[in-house]
């Protein structure tokens, strides 16, 4: 039997609303389930609100914190990238968030050939595993479907999971935008810990040109197959969260967020034709 969608709200859905404002559009579309960003110029994270003060806002509410996102570029292990992600382990755990949303470098310029990148993310991968656990937490690995991006497809990531024997604190993210742009036609279901969905309605833009900024709320027009990728997860056995995560200045200026959000859940949870 299929499972239910059950929608939650990345903080890039409105991104200049303070977060006690954020909790409560969460609350006003029946989501109880967020996730926040350390990305976010004046807002919580790094730029001053406590953990603690996180997890009372949230826990007032009844929403729970999924991830923070993110650990950038996780694949690239040094001193740097332990330390940025002891910190933030630090912040889930104090927060109570389930995990961290963790990038893979991507930028022109990356040097290192395939067999370099494999090894440099299983590195990262045994290195990270250690922090998880300590720290109680997930890490929820998304593939960026970009072609400069050192790390395009799930399988990759599901791989090297199994190689370093991280089952127990590793799942995948399943972006429909990236899973779109990398072409990738595998799901797994039973490793996915987070879903991000948006759309993209520009039918004119080469492939290869799209970009976050072309990301919006999933409708009618949408070109990525969100509710059909949407259908083959939950079919096959994926019970988690779907989370909007719309870069789309578009969007961010938004009169009335709470409604477009709405309609969008309507529309997908609409069957498929």
Known sequence: MKSPLR?????MVAPDLPLADFIQLAKALQCDAIEIRNDLKNREIEYGMSASRVRELCAAQGIKVLSINA???FDVWNDERRAQAIELATYARECGAQGLVMCPFNQPGDTRNDAQRAAGLRTALSELALILREYGILGFIEPLGFTVSALRRKRVA?????????????RVVHDTFHHHLAGEHEFFPELTGLVHISGVEDREAPLDSIRDG???LVGEDDILGNAAQIDTLLSTGYSGYLSFEPFAESVHGLADIRQALGSSMAYLQKPLP
Request: glycine letters at 8%; proline letters at 4%; zero cysteines.
């Open 214 to 216: 072309h990301r919006v």
């Open 7 to 11: 929608f939650a709200l990345n903080r």
């Open 71 to 73: 650990l950038y570029p």
């Open 158 to 170: 599901v791989d090297a999971i199994k190689a370093i024997g991280g089952l127990d604190v590793f």
